[in-house]
């Protein structure tokens, strides 16, 4: 077992990483009635049996980001009044990213707000999205747009969950993985190729990736500086999500992003050629795409335009100087940014 403790502003949690926790409940100390929120595709796999362990209501969402909504919001709001939840009440949010963004939105403004307690499922929601506060749905015109921040009273890591998860959920999950990796601990680089059915590995790897994210939150709670870092890739990423009409999932093109941010580092001489030649090494091994299947590095260029973080107009990437050493770079001219593209194609 291992527990990592967060500071955070508003009140501390530790994130408890252990094989087995899902069916040992008699540790898990929760406060008033408690209502276990997950989804179709998890409520077989774990969420009755855990419901009925705790004795605790159960609460099922349809599976998908279309569900990421204020109408699952609503419907989750109906369902903890009719079951009796009040103030003093918990919600478990048990599934991936969508289900831990959505019921702890719903925990966060229900009554103003009830306890939550994060059970994630996915590699990504347990090194990344569990992590950190941030909780939310998208809305019609985008992703992510309204949302909170929300401190879990704890999160609950079952590794073990890991060998039932799709495997292109658990390479998605690998990419931010290398992320956390090439931001801060190198020996996760290596580590990304164990198998989702070595829980014991897995574990271990679930184990310096929520490290790494733990660091860069306590740092930077409320995402004023060095939680940009974590954009690492994503820039690239989103702008490939975009222009593929969303067909890439948000992982597959993390991994190429990250590439291409390694690559753009090199031609910048920010760092030596080893680290973009590691990356693609490693994207090969682990069976995630390291090209970009012909998207047109114009219209890629285009898209990552319009973010949000290029203040006026101003071009904004997190590059590398190392692995291990993150850093922000301004006002990079086009033709180095299309030109690492092409090479991508
Ligand atoms: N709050 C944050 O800070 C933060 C950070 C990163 C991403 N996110 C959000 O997270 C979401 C993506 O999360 P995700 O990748 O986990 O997607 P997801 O929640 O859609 O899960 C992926 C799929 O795997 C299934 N699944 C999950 N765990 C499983 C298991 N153990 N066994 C079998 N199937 C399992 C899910 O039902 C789903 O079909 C996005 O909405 C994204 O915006 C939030
Ligand atoms: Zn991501």
Redesign the pocket.
């Given at each position: 077992m291992a527990t990592v403790h967060v500071t955070a502003p508003d009140g501390g949690y530790d994130i408890v990483i252990e094989p087995g926790l899902l069916s040992r409940v008699e540790s898990w100390e929760l406060h008033g009635s408690v209502v276990v929120v997950t989804?179709t595709?998890?409520a077989p796999?774990y969420g009755e049996k855990l419901a009925a362990r705790l004795g605790a209501a159960l609460v099922i969402v349809p599976?998908?980001?279309q569900y990421?909504t204020l109408e699952i919001v609503a419907q989750l709001y109906r369902e903890f009044v009719s079951v009796g939840l009040d103030r003093s009440g918990t919600v478990i949010a048990l599934?991936?990213?969508?289900?831990?963004?959505t019921a702890g939105f719903a925990a966060a403004t229900y009554m103003r707000g009830v306890r939550l307690v994060q059970v994630p499922?996915?590699l990504?929601?347990m090194v990344?999205?569990s992590v950190?506060g941030?909780?939310?749905v998208d809305l019609p015109q985008g992703?992510?747009l309204v949302g909170a921040f929300k401190q879990p009273d704890i999160v609950l890591v079952d590794p073990s969950?890991?060998t039932?998860?799709?495997q292109r959920?658990w390479r998605?999950?690998l990419a931010e993985v290398i992320k956390h990796g090439l931001l801060a601990d190198a020996a996760l680089l290596e580590m990304a190729s164990c198998s989702q059915n070595d829980t014991r590995a897995a574990a271990e790897l679930v184990r310096r990736a929520v490290q790494v994210k733990v660091d860069v939150v306590q740092q930077d709670p409320f995402e004023q500086n060095i939680r940009a870092h974590l954009n690492l890739g994503h820039t690239f990423a989103h702008a490939i999500e975009q222009v593929s009409g969303y067909r890439w999932p948000?992982?597959e093109a993390v991994g190429v992003g990250l590439l291409a941010a390694a690559r753009l580092s090199y031609r910048l001489n920010l760092c030596g050629a080893s680290v973009p030649e590691q990356v693609e090494r490693i994207l090969k091994n682990i069976h995630l795409p390291h090209r970009l299947d012909n998207l047109d590095p114009q219209a890629l260029y285009a898209a990552m335009a319009t973010d949000k973080k290029w203040q006026s107009g101003r071009s904004r990437f997190v590059l590398l100087s190392e692995v291990g050493k993150a850093e922000i770079v301004e006002h990079i001219a086009p033709e180095y940014i299309i030109s690492t593209l092409e090479e991508l194609l």
């Open positions: 989804n595709t998890l796999l599976d998908g980001e990421k599934g991936g990213g969508v289900v831990g963004d499922t996915s990504l929601a990344d999205s950190g941030k909780v939310g992703k992510n969950a890991l039932t998860l799709p959920e998605c999950g948000h992982g």
